[in-house]
């Protein structure tokens, strides 16, 4: 059975910094394309950014508005995703979620909610 | 950035009656490799979004076939053949032929 479980949701001040985690397993997670989206309270989804596996180059792609200020990053090792996100906004509060797949988001962690408020 | 919009935002259903949803992209979602990658997702109360669709009519793995999508190019349709108590809530759609991935602003299923 496919899980993600994201971690590190808290609430910081604007300015901050965070470093969220999604633990997967379920599937082989080293061939595996991940992406994070996000969601503001009561609104719709944004896409925030997609690592392609290791085998495939590892590269990132980020929404434009969000690139420079978050990272996404891997270890196959522990099967585990990271966003580091630098520089907080109040317009980053969201539940960020991790989801798995190339072409769509196959699957979804239950997601990790991020305030950022002084 | 291709914009995905959704039609209508708020759908009142009976139930065992159909539903159906459009979402029209700003530009054609066929992929340099000939794939069309457009999703639905549907997002319970409460709960984290799930796939029920992808490439515009592959039903994911578990949705119920009374689940269809189809369409193609720039207009997509998710259609619910009888609609049921657990299908309230929000349909997505989503394009990933293209960065950044949009998604559509959301339809609201609710029961009249």
């Known amino acids: 059975e496919v899980q993600l479980v994201e971690s590190g949701g808290d609430l910081v001040k604007p300015g901050g910094s965070l470093r969220l985690s999604c633990a997967a397993s379920?599937?082989?997670?080293?061939?595996?394309?991940m992406n994070w989206v996000r969601q503001a309270p009561g609104k719709g989804l944004e896409w925030v950014g997609r690592?392609?596996?290791?085998?495939?180059?590892?590269?990132?792609d980020y929404a434009a508005p969000l690139k420079g200020r978050f990272t996404i990053s891997r270890d196959d090792s522990e099967n585990t995703l990271y966003l580091q996100m630098n520089s907080l906004e109040t317009e980053d509060t969201a539940v960020y979620y991790c989801?798995?797949?190339?072409?769509?988001?196959?699957?979804w962690g239950q997601g990790t909610l991020v305030t950022v408020s002084s | 950035d291709i914009v995905m919009t959704q039609t209508p935002l708020s759908s009142p259903v009976t139930l065992g009656q159909p539903a159906s949803i459009s979402c029209r992209s700003s530009?054609?979602?066929?992929?340099?490799?000939?794939?069309?990658?457009l999703s639905w997702l549907q997002q319970r109360p409460g709960q984290p979004p799930r796939l029920l669709i992808y490439?515009?009519?592959n039903r994911f793995s578990g949705v119920p076939d009374r689940f269809s999508g189809s369409g193609a190019g720039t207009d997509f349709t998710l259609k619910i053949s009888r609609v049921e108590v657990e299908d309230v809530g929000v349909y997505y759609c989503?394009?990933?032929?293209?960065?950044?991935?949009?998604f559509g602003q959301g339809t609201k299923l609710e029961i009249k």
């Open positions: 989801t798995t797949g190339r072409g769509s988001c196959y699957y």
């Open positions: 379920g599937f082989t997670f080293n061939n595996a394309w």
């Open positions: 690592i392609k596996s290791k085998t495939e180059g590892g590269t990132t």
């Open positions: 530009q054609s979602l066929v992929h340099s490799d000939g794939n069309t990658y």
């Open positions: 490439e515009i009519s």
């Open positions: 989503m394009q990933a032929t293209q960065f950044p991935y949009t």
